[in-house]
C-alpha cells in the first residue's frame, strides 16, 4: 500500500534533519575540544559555531522550500552561503578539520535543488577547488587527500538531495493519480445516466414543445385541432414518463457480481486493498439486486468522503458488511446516498446502518428480507 504523500513527506523531512542535525553534532566536537584546550577563545568559538549552525538552519528552510515548489529563495541561499564561508574562515588555520569544508558542500546540496545540472556541476567545481586550497594551506593534509573527500562529498550529497527530493513528487504525483481516477470513475458513471436520461427525454421532449406551441396557436383558430394536439401531448408525456420510469428501475436492477467487480477496480485505483467475500448465490434477483445497489452506494461513499487504505466487503445470508479504514475524527452524518439507501432498504423490508465503530473502522450494514 502506498504511503499518504503527508506521510512519506513528513518522514522524508525528517530524515533530512536528522541527517543535517548529525553534522551539526560533528562539526561542533572540534569546536569544543579547541576551546577546552584553550587553543582558541570562547568568544572565537561561539562565533565559529554561530556561524555553522545558522548556515545549516538556512539550508534546512531552503530544503523545504524546494519540497514544496516555491520560487527560488535566492536571498537564503546566499545568506547561507555566506554563514559556510564565515564558520570555515573562523577556525583556526593550525587546527582546521577537513570535515569542516562539509558545511560548503551542504549548501551545494541546497543549492543544486534549484540549478540544472550542468550549472551545479560548475558551482561544485569551482567550490570544491576553493575548499581544497583552503585547507590545503591551513593544515598539515596533502592536497589530493583533501581533493578526492571534498570531491566525492560534493557528488553524493547533492545527489542524495535531489533523491529525496524525487521520491516525494513520485509519491504525491502517484496519490494525485489515484486521486483523480476515483474521481474520474465516479463522473463518468454519473455521465452515463446522464446520456442515458438524454437520449430517452431529448426527442420526445422536442417533440412535447412543438406541439404545445402549435396547440396554443390554433386554440383561438380550430379549437377542435388544438384538442387534438394537446391530446397527442398527453400521450407523448405518459410515455416518457414510462420510458423515463423503466430507465430508472434498469438503473437500480443492477447485476450484484458486475457491481462487486467494479467496485473492486475503482477502489483499488483508488489505493485502498479491496477484500470481497461474497456468498450470495442462493438469493432472489430482487435481493441481489439491493445488495448490488448498497455495494455501489457504500463504494461511493469510500471514494467520496474517506482516505481508506483497506476496504473488505463480506456478504453472507443476506446481509452485506463493508469496513474500510478511513475514518478520520467524528462522523458528520450521513449524506443523501447514504439516506437514499436507507430508505430503499427499510421499503424493501431490510434494514440498514452506516457508522464508525469502536475500531476505529466505519461499517456499512445492509440486509435484504430473505
Known amino acids: 500500500m502506498a504511503t499518504r504523500p503527508e506521510t512519506a513527506k513528513k518522514i522524508l523531512i525528517y530524515w533530512m534533519d536528522g541527517s543535517v542535525v548529525l553534522m551539526a553534532v560533528l562539526l561542533t566536537l572540534p569546536i569544543i575540544a579547541l576551546a577546552n584546550e584553550r587553543r582558541i577563545s570562547v568568544p572565537h568559538a561561539v562565533a565559529a559555531e554561530s556561524c555553522l549552525l545558522v548556515s545549516l538552519a538556512f539550508g534546512l528552510l531552503v530544503m523545504r522550500n524546494a519540497f514544496d515548489d516555491r520560487p527560488r529563495p535566492a536571498v537564503k541561499l546566499a545568506a547561507g552561503g555566506l554563514f559556510a564561508a564565515g564558520a570555515l574562515a573562523l577556525m583556526p588555520p593550525s587546527t582546521a578539520d577537513g570535515s569542516w569544508g562539509m ?55 547533492p545527489a542524495t538531495m535531489k533523491l529525496w527530493r ?40 422536442s417533440v412535447i414543445t412543438l406541439k404545445s406551441e402549435l396547440a396554443a396557436k390554433l386554440a383561438t383558430l380550430d379549437e377542435g385541432k388544438a384538442a387534438a394536439e394537446m391530446a397527442e401531448v398527453r400521450r407523448l408525456a405518459a410515455e416518457s414518463l414510462a420510458e423515463v420510469q423503466v430507465a430508472v428501475d434498469g438503473y437500480r436492477l443492477l447485476d450484484l457480481d458486475a457491481e462487486l467487480a467494479g467496485v473492486r477496480v475503482a477502489l483499488e485505483a483508488a489505493g485502498a ?47 452485506l458488511e463493508m469496513r474500510n479504514d ?24 431490510g434494514t440498514f446502518t452506516a457508522a464508525p465503530t469502536p475500531a476505529g473502522e466505519f461499517l456499512l450494514r445492509a440486509a435484504v428480507p430473505a
Open 326 to 349: 478511513g475514518v478520520h475524527g467524528p462522523a458528520s452524518g450521513a449524506g443523501s446516498g447514504l439516506r437514499g439507501l436507507a430508505e430503499r432498504m427499510t421499503t424493501a423490508g
Open 273 to 319: 486493498q479491496c477484500v470481497i467475500e461474497a456468498r450470495a448465490d442462493d438469493l432472489s434477483p430482487a435481493a441481489r439486486a439491493l445488495l448490488a445497489w448498497a455495494v455501489r452506494e457504500g463504494a461511493t461513499n469510500v471514494l467520496k468522503h474517506s482516505k481508506a487504505t483497506r476496504c473488505a466487503i463480506v456478504i453472507d445470508g443476506g446481509v
Open 166 to 205: 524525487w521520491l516525494w513528487w513520485t509519491i504525491r504525483d502517484a496519490y494525485d493519480g489515484r486521486e483523480a481516477k476515483a474521481t474520474l470513475a465516479v463522473a463518468n458513471e454519473r455521465l452515463r445516466f446522464a446520456r442515458d436520461l438524454h437520449d430517452l427525454l431529448g426527442h420526445s421532449l
Open 103 to 157: 558545511a560548503g558542500i551542504i549548501w551545494l546540496s541546497v543549492l543544486a535543488l534549484y540549478l540544472p545540472l550542468r550549472a551545479t556541476a560548475c558551482v561544485g567545481a569551482v567550490l570544491v577547488a576553493l575548499i581544497t586550497v583552503y585547507l590545503s594551506a591551513v593544515t598539515d593534509q596533502p592536497w589530493p587527500v583533501v581533493l578526492i573527500t571534498m570531491t566525492l562529498s560534493a557528488v553524493l550529497l
